[in-house]
């Protein structure tokens, strides 16, 4: 099983910073990497998919890069609606989540 | 706009088995992988297994002995049992869509459905 592992678990930051989440892989997956949004009691929201693709309707705020074993989540300038949880998965073989980044309210 | 739906019981004791259908609208249900996905409360998201309209399914291989998958493609539902429950199977259960033609993430979620495991 290819191993996710996000860091840190949580960022405490102020709206309109810059933030960068981290995921490292057990094992190269290429570009199979994607980026999830999780808010409290919604399910989670595909962000960025080949490592650097947005989404469908995902703000230019949001970008993704990286390859092989080591990714980032970059975050512009953050907004009220961005805190929330965010995931990496690899899709390279099968699928495996990371841990998970909080992202809160300094 | 595809729309996927959970459903089932939200209590089952432990030793039995956990019974889950999604319901897929509004799309294909032919060009996708139907997952299941499941989360403890305050927990990381985990890929139980997938299935293909064929029939043909995959498992994550610690909880291959326990799991199964179908799909009815007459009425656009996969179905999820899981048997020998304990509490550690509580948790929210997805259903979600991966891309067949190439390795892909997964595009649209239902809303989730919580499962108790107790007695």
């Known amino acids: 099983e290819v191993v996710m592992t996000q860091s840190p678990a949580t960022l405490s930051v102020s709206p309109g910073e810059r933030v960068s989440l981290s995921c490292r892989a057990s094992?190269?997956?290429?570009?199979?990497l994607a980026w999830y949004q999780q808010k409290p009691g919604q399910a989670p929201r595909l962000l960025i998919y080949?490592?650097?693709t947005r989404a469908t309707g995902i703000p230019a705020r949001f970008s993704g890069s990286g390859s092989g074993t080591e990714f980032a989540l970059t975050i512009s300038s953050l907004q009220s609606e961005d805190f929330a949880v965010y995931y990496c998965?690899?899709?390279?073989?099968?699928?495996?989540f990371g841990q998970g980044t909080k992202v809160e309210i300094k | 706009q595809v729309q996927l739906q959970e459903s089932g019981p939200g209590l089952v004791k432990p030793s039995e088995t956990l019974s889950l259908t999604c319901t897929v609208s509004?799309?294909?249900?032919?060009?996708?992988?139907w997952s299941w996905i499941r989360q403890p409360a305050g927990k990381g998201l985990e890929w139980i297994g997938r299935?293909?309209?064929?029939?043909?399914?995959n498992y994550k291989s610690s909880l291959e002995s326990r799991v199964s998958m179908s799909v009815d493609t007459s009425k656009n539902q996969v179905s999820l049992r899981l048997t020998s429950v304990t509490a550690a199977d509580t948790a929210v259960y997805y259903c979600?869509?991966?891309?067949?033609?190439?390795?892909?993430?997964?595009?649209?979620w239902g809303q989730g459905t919580l499962v108790t495991v107790s007695s």
């Open positions: 509004g799309g294909s249900f032919t060009d996708y992988y």
């Open positions: 979600a869509r991966a891309d067949i033609l190439r390795a892909s993430p997964f595009d649209s």
């Open positions: 094992q190269s997956v290429s570009s199979n």
């Open positions: 299935i293909y309209t064929s029939g043909t399914s």
């Open positions: 080949d490592a650097s």
């Open positions: 998965q690899q899709y390279n073989n099968w699928w495996t």
